[in-house]
């Protein structure tokens, strides 16, 4: 009777040990997907147009492809017309090249057959306040809120906030899952937040 006691509870111990691992894994699983860093790049193409706090117009940003595990975004203001490609990865997101476009326009696709220029770290896990990274001019960006949020006309975002410090020259940049970049501020005074939000657009 003792014997058969001791193996039932031997057997309670063994299966509420096991859950509490499966439970453990489950748990650090749930953790990895809300802190993933491919969640805070946009997921699918989209126009995205940013204004200023008085409304006037910033830049707009075509989020025009996405695959092999890059970012194709073209960038145009009342100045200049730019067009970056990010890799875009569980570890990271990194800026590997970017280009002004010239008087014939852009091309329609940088990805195939890309030659990158540049390797500039935008965001690196671990997704925590403090994970800090440098670039190669002295500068250094940190992730300094997790839950930020921003409001804006269409929509409250709750947002990551990456800050870029070099010298007296500062840039936070808020990031939205499935969106990506929702706003920006310059030295702390200056910025731009997204307005706007198109799936569908013809590109100028």
């Not at 650090?28 to 699918?44: D, S, T």
């Not at 326009?105 to 925590?128: C, H, S, T, V, W």
């Not at 947002?159 to 010298?167: G, Q």
Request: net charge negative.
């Amino acid at each position: 009777m003792i014997k058969g006691l001791n193996l039932k509870i031997f057997i309670i111990c063994t299966l509420a040990f096991v859950l509490s691992i499966a439970f453990s894994i489950r748990t650090e699983i749930e953790v990895f997907k809300e802190q993933n860093i491919l969640g805070y790049y946009p997921h699918k193409e989209m126009e995205k147009i940013f204004r200023d706090e008085w409304g006037n117009n910033g830049f707009t940003q075509i989020v025009e492809k996405i695959e092999e595990g890059k970012i194709q975004i073209k960038q145009m203001d009342e100045d200049a017309r730019v067009v970056m490609v990010y890799e875009v990865t569980e570890n990271y997101i990194k800026l590997v090249f970017t280009e002004q476009s010239g008087k014939y326009g852009f091309k329609q696709n940088y990805i195939k057959d890309l030659k990158p220029n540049r390797d500039d770290f935008i965001i690196k896990a671990p997704i925590e306040i403090g994970t800090k990274w440098y670039d190669k001019s002295g500068g250094y960006y940190e992730i300094i809120k997790t839950d930020a949020i921003v409001e804006t006309s269409i929509d409250k975002y709750e947002t990551l906030v990456v800050r870029y410090k070099n010298d007296d020259f500062t840039v936070k940049e808020y990031y939205a899952k499935g969106i990506g970049l929702v706003k920006i501020v310059v030295n702390n005074f200056s910025g731009y937040q997204l307005e706007k939000i198109s799936y569908e657009w013809v590109e100028s």
